[in-house]
């Protein structure tokens, strides 16, 4: 998609890898940030996530990782779809790795996030977007230095279950700056045709693209 004139909608856009998509997405000129009067929405970035494994905090979690995101999805539908009066748009999913590889300390997050790579696939694989004009992609980010990886980090140090398996995962992995997921997102939003796109980016492997579906969709195979 090209960005030039494009509006879009960043969800969690005031830190983290939010912040840096929006700046990203600002940074390519005259792109406009959603508002009413802009009269139409392009790009819907559902960013918005948290993790917590709690008795107290497991319910949001889902709640937002999962349930938020396809309320947003939704959402955005109404006003892109092109056989409702709207103009087509993307609408990227932020999932993780978490939602490609299993993560043993933190089930409820990689089980939303599992849950935001289906759901954002099938509805990529849905013949339905021909006339909707609306695509769907899925970024999934591994360990990335902001506020909530330094919270879980926290957190996983002063729960000693696992801490040797959950640190060598980290170390493997590394850990990546916001702005070397901005660059793949960028990438990943500027292709021509992204529907069905998943792309993993990572410290220890770099960008790597996990299904780059065709955009007709195949709705005779399973
Ligand atoms: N930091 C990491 O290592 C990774 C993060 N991710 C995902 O990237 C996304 C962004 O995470 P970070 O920037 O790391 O976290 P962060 O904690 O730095 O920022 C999250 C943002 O989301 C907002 N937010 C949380 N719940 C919200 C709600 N209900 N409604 C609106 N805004 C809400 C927060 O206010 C905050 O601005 C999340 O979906 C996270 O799961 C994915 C892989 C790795
Ligand atoms: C402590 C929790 C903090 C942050 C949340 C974050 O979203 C969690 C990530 C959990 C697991 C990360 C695993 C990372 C794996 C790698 O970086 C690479 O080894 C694999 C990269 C891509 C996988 C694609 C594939 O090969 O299927």
């Given at each position: 998609?090209?960005?030039?004139?494009?509006?879009?909608?960043?969800?969690?856009?005031?830190q983290?890898?939010?912040?840096?998509?929006?700046?990203?997405?600002?940074?390519?000129?005259?792109?406009?940030?959603?508002?009413?009067?802009f009269?139409?929405?392009?790009?819907?970035?559902?960013?918005?996530?948290?993790?917590?494994?709690?008795?107290?905090?497991?319910?949001?979690?889902?709640?937002?990782?999962?349930?938020?995101?396809?309320?947003?999805?939704?959402?955005?539908?109404?006003?892109?779809?092109?056989?409702?009066?709207?103009?087509?748009?993307?609408?990227?999913?932020?999932?993780?790795?978490?939602?490609?590889?299993?993560?043993?300390?933190?089930?409820?997050?990689?089980?939303?996030?599992?849950?935001?790579?289906?759901?954002?696939?099938?509805?990529?694989?849905?013949?339905?977007?021909?006339?909707?004009?609306?695509?769907?992609?899925?970024?999934?980010?591994?360990?990335?230095?902001?506020?909530?990886?330094?919270?879980?980090?926290?957190?996983?140090?002063?729960?000693?279950?696992?801490?040797?398996?959950?640190?060598?995962?980290?170390?493997?992995?590394?850990?990546?700056?916001?702005a070397?997921?901005?660059?793949?997102?960028?990438?990943?939003?500027?292709?021509?045709?992204?529907?069905?796109?998943?792309?993993a980016?990572?410290?220890?492997?770099?960008?790597?693209?996990?299904?780059?579906?065709?955009?007709?969709?195949?709705?005779?195979?399973?």
């Amino acid at each position: 998609m090209k960005l030039q004139g494009k509006v879009a909608i960043v969800t969690g856009g005031a830190q983290g890898l939010g912040r840096g998509f929006a700046q990203g997405l600002l940074g390519k000129g005259v792109i406009k940030k959603v508002i009413k009067e802009f009269g139409g929405l392009d790009i819907l970035v559902n960013n918005a996530g948290v993790n917590g494994e709690e008795p107290e905090t497991w319910r949001r979690t889902i709640q937002i990782n999962l349930i938020g995101m396809i309320e947003g999805t939704r959402l955005a539908e109404t006003y892109m779809d092109k056989s409702a009066g709207g103009r087509g748009g993307l609408v990227v999913n932020i999932a993780s790795t978490a939602g490609l590889v299993p993560m043993f300390h933190g089930p409820v997050y990689s089980g939303s996030k599992y849950g935001v790579v289906g759901y954002t696939t099938s509805m990529a694989a849905d013949p339905k977007t021909l006339e909707t004009g609306v695509s769907y992609a899925t970024l999934c980010p591994a360990f990335t230095a902001t506020e909530l990886f330094e919270e879980s980090h926290e957190t996983l140090l002063n729960n000693n279950t696992g801490l040797d398996l959950a640190a060598k995962q980290i170390t493997d992995a590394g850990i990546q700056t916001v702005a070397d997921v901005v660059n793949g997102f960028l990438q990943l939003v500027e292709a021509d045709d992204n529907n069905g796109f998943v792309m993993a980016v990572s410290k220890q492997k770099g960008i790597q693209y996990v299904h780059r579906r065709p955009r007709k969709p195949r709705a005779n195979k399973l």
